[in-house]
């Protein structure tokens, strides 16, 4: 499985950035995709998943309202769609997809990973 994150870039706080998740083969649809980013001298977090049952969403407290996560299996292509953005969502984004049912804000959840996008946001 291999996966590529891209949309990343310079924002500028209170802005819109959509950042995409290309998958190879039919990834998205078979497995859990999941969104963590990593600020600079920080641990990689959870942001958002989007499950392969069903397509339900999850979210990290701090971006619900703010990101949403959607896929298109036509595409294999996942988004992450952020806005109202704050400089502290500065980080390297990753997507990630795993088949656990269980802890998907997890890392250890997910078992490919991309390579990740630079998002920026200025104030």
């Known amino acids: 499985v291999q996966l590529q994150a891209f949309g990343g870039g310079l924002v500028q706080a209170g802005g819109s950035v959509r950042l995409s998740c290309a998958a190879s083969t039919s990834t998205v649809s078979r497995y859990n995709m999941g969104w963590f980013r990593q600020a600079?001298?920080?641990?990689?977090?959870?942001?958002?998943v989007i499950e392969r049952n069903g397509g339900s969403?999850?979210?990290?407290?701090?971006?619900?309202?703010?990101?949403t996560c959607s896929r298109d299996n036509a595409k294999n292509?996942?988004?992450?769609?952020?806005?109202?953005?704050?400089?502290?969502?500065?980080?390297?984004?990753?997507?990630?997809?795993?088949?656990?049912?269980?802890?998907?804000?997890?890392?250890a959840a997910y078992d490919y990973w991309g390579q990740g996008t630079k998002v920026t946001v200025s104030s």
Do not use: H, W
């Open 40 to 48: 600079p001298g920080k641990e990689r977090k959870f942001v958002a």
């Open 57 to 67: 969403t999850s979210y990290a407290d701090f971006v619900k309202g703010r990101f």
């Open 77 to 107: 292509t996942v988004y992450l769609q952020m806005n109202s953005l704050k400089p502290e969502d500065t980080a390297i984004y990753y997507c990630a997809a795993g088949t656990s049912i269980f802890g998907l804000g997890s890392r």
